[in-house]
């Protein structure tokens, strides 16, 4: 986790940036991951804000650097919440990010996701089979697992990034990041960050953060993408399991590139 790290290398600036200016995300997440989701925030040196009502949402938005919005715990409030608070940010031209969680088959958050889409997200960050079902190329995953590896969703990818004009992160044993002009594959990680429970939901939040603190969206979405695989590592040399490695992710997100 070395600042001489070859991965980390080109996106160094990031992270210190993101230590720095310690940005502001507000996170409509899913509830089963608001915890690691705040936390990890925490550890990287930005700071979280919570909350999904449309009586709330909307306006605390103003306060924000950046916007992630996650679709993993639909509730009745965000299903309000969600659209106008993507609204207020797209108005105040404010980054974002979609993570469209366990999209596929569901009846509500699948149309939302393509629905949002039309909002031009900074970035959107999934796992392969929410890529392709956001792009209406397939009927996605088991939940958040996803059917697909990157590779198989590197048409859908490029096609959401053409419409979007921003970056598109698409998470697997080796992660792809691509614009309509660049791309990038990292292969880093660890095999224990699909087994906690929210660390796609961080990664989510952890790319609005750089994205704050970064204009590039591509730039922002590998900054993030190669932070938390190094982290992951660093976690898994030190962790018996996965609950020990969460405790330690937490740690790793503080320590890369220092």
């Not at 040196?45 to 992630?68: H, I, N, S, Y």
């Amino acid at each position: 986790m070395s600042p001489r790290d070859p991965d980390l290398a080109p996106v160094a600036h990031v992270l210190e940036a993101v230590r720095g200016r310690q940005p502001l995300v507000h996170c409509l997440t899913a509830t089963v991951s608001m915890g690691i989701v705040a936390d990890g925030l925490l550890a990287a040196g930005a700071r979280p804000m919570m909350t999904e009502t449309l009586e709330e949402a909307p306006t605390l938005t103003a306060l924000a650097d950046a916007l992630v919005i996650n679709l993993g715990t639909l509730s009745t409030d965000a299903m309000d919440g969600i659209p106008a608070t993507v609204a207020v940010a797209v108005q105040d031209a404010r980054p974002w990010v979609l993570d469209p969680t366990a999209i596929g088959i569901a009846p509500v958050r699948t149309p939302l996701a393509r629905t949002l889409l039309e909002s031009r997200p900074d970035v959107v960050r999934g796992n392969a089979s929410e890529v392709l079902a956001l792009a209406g190329e397939g009927h996605g995953g088991r939940g958040a697992d996803s059917r697909a590896v990157p590779e198989h969703a590197d048409r859908a990818a490029e096609a959401i990034a053409a419409r979007t004009g921003g970056a598109v992160a698409v998470s697997g044993p080796t992660d792809l990041v691509l614009s309509s002009t660049r791309r990038a594959r990292v292969e880093r990680g660890t095999a224990l960050l699909p087994r906690v429970t929210g660390t796609g939901c961080l990664l989510a939040a952890l790319t609005a953060a750089c994205r704050a603190v970064e204009p590039d969206p591509f730039t922002a979405a590998l900054a993030a993408t190669t932070w938390m695989d190094l982290a992951g590592e660093g976690a898994a040399q030190r962790a018996a399991g996965p609950g020990s490695f969460r405790m330690h992710l937490l740690d790793a997100l503080d320590e890369v590139g220092r």
